[in-house]
């Protein structure tokens, strides 16, 4: 069967009915390999895909790119500001606190972020076979680079779950899939599926 993999954090995440995810994932008639995982930099991206290309890649791959800021880690989501999960180790959040505060730089990080992108893109997808059948998009604010493999929605999720609406608090709602409501969910998963059917 043909399979899908988003990549990305927490507005790939969800595996409810309706999430758009597993609406796209319906349209193409595809099996789905994996979601993204929510709070993850885009280094847990590189290591997913990294480990899934040792394994055997999806026929769709789908990345939705975070923010540049986010520290990686393999299982906590360490962003600015986050506030600690219990039963973990604190010294793990004040280390991250302390590095927020202290040691990050956002020019440098953007720096990075851009170029990790950039060499991604040119360097690992673009010999991928199945290159008419990835998408990238971002998911949080778009950021001053195109993207080249496969097709580029240069288009933010999250300002798709602000709908018009930057005072809109549902991009948190935990009954939400993917920080969307269920018609949000609806219309970006016609968008991303009708990207791709241009592109083939």
């Known amino acids: 069967m043909t399979t899908i993999a988003f990549y990305g954090d927490s507005f790939c995440a969800s595996d409810r009915q309706d999430s758009w995810c597993v609406l796209l994932a319906n349209q193409l008639k595809c099996e789905i390999k994996r979601f993204g995982i929510g709070g993850s930099s885009i280094w847990n991206t590189f290591l997913e895909f990294e480990k899934d290309r040792g394994e055997g890649l999806a026929d769709y791959l789908i990345f939705c790119w975070t923010d540049s800021h986010r520290l990686y880690h393999p299982s906590l989501p360490l962003t600015p500001g ?50 008419k059948n990835i998408v990238q998009m971002w998911s949080m604010l778009p950021f001053d680079i195109k993207l080249q493999s496969g097709v580029f929605v240069n288009e933010s999720c999250l300002i798709h779950s602000w709908d018009g609406d930057q005072d809109f608090k549902g991009q948190v709602d935990p009954n939400l899939s993917n920080h969307m409501t269920v018609e949000q969910n609806k219309t970006w998963a016609n968008k991303v599926f009708g990207a791709v059917c241009r592109k083939q």
């Open 82 to 131: 986050n506030k600690p999960i219990p039963g973990t180790d604190p010294a793990i959040w004040n280390a991250s606190e302390n590095y927020y505060k202290y040691l990050s730089y956002q020019d440098k990080d953007n720096i990075a972020y851009k170029y990790a992108l950039q060499f991604f893109d040119q360097n690992v997808l673009a010999k991928y076979k199945h290159n």
